[in-house]
């Protein structure tokens, strides 16, 4: 994002000093709605302080629901609302009920479907205009839900971790892979690796050479990375399937 924009500019203005102002405004434009989602995904991962995975994942999800849809549609245009949240758990297997019905509920918003009224047509429903894919209201729920699956995902590593109370306890390498292994049983040493070198700043470094930091450091990266849980932390996990 930072090279894009950088570029972007240098191409755009040959001028050092209306660059300069350019990028000054937009980050203060930016900084003045940190209440949209929108515009805070973009300033923090612009300013480095978000990790632009977190936008990639997003837009993944998003089009890993759409593409569902309508291959349970048989690439037709409608789906009942009943058949919308059978494939929704289906792609978001570690959604609760609460999670699907609230996206249910922003599917009837969007589309300003009738109360007597169940029919979902998925053209309206992903309709774009030229702001992208994370104006929709649906794509709000989504990323909302995200958020806050990440926040108690992470909450959960840290009280393994040792609590809030331990924010200056230093965490070492070792510490975070137990607190992952406990926490989501089904991560992989992949997705593992990628978690704890963002967690400890470190893409290089042996990881049993990476020095440990204090957990509220960790905690702070956490919750800058793309960070998501990856299966139930008890049994009973759900399969995903695909319905046809």
């Known amino acids: 994002m930072q090279d894009y924009v950088t570029q972007y500019f240098e191409e755009r203005y040959a001028a050092a000093g209306v660059r300069a102002e350019w990028a000054y405004n937009v980050c203060a ?3 003045r709605a940190l209440d949209e989602p929108q515009l805070r995904l973009f300033c923090g991962t612009l300013l480095a302080a978000l990790s632009e995975d977190v936008y990639w994942a997003h837009r993944e999800a998003y ?3 759409k593409a569902d849809l309508y291959r349970h549609a048989r690439d037709g245009e409608t789906i009942t609302l009943e058949e919308f949240e059978k494939v929704a758990k289906s792609t ?3 959604k609760s009920e609460v999670d699907i019905k609230n996206l249910s509920d922003v599917v009837r918003k969007q589309l300003k479907m009738k109360i007597n009224h169940n029919v979902v047509n998925l053209d309206n429903l992903f309709l774009e205009n030229e702001e992208g894919f994370d104006r929709l209201d649906i794509a709000r729920e989504l990323f909302r839900q995200r958020q806050l699956a990440q926040d108690k995902y992470i909450r959960e590593i840290v009280a393994e971790l040792g609590g809030r109370r331990a924010s200056n306890k230093c965490i070492s390498v070792d510490n975070l892979k137990r607190a992952f292994a406990i926490v989501d049983p089904a991560i992989d040493h992949i997705r593992m690796e ?3 070198r963002w967690a400890f700043s ?3 470094s042996e990881l049993n050479s990476i020095s440990p930091i204090p957990l509220r450091t960790l905690v702070a990266r956490l919750a800058a990375g793309n960070i998501e849980r990856v299966g139930p932390r008890y049994k009973g996990m759900h399969r995903r399937t695909f319905y046809k």
Do not use: K, S, W, Y
Request: charged share 20%.
């Open 194 to 196: 990628r978690n704890i």
């Open 92 to 94: 978001f297997p570690l």
């Open 29 to 31: 434009g930016a900084r």
């Open 63 to 65: 089009h890993a629901l």
């Open 202 to 204: 470190d893409q290089t």
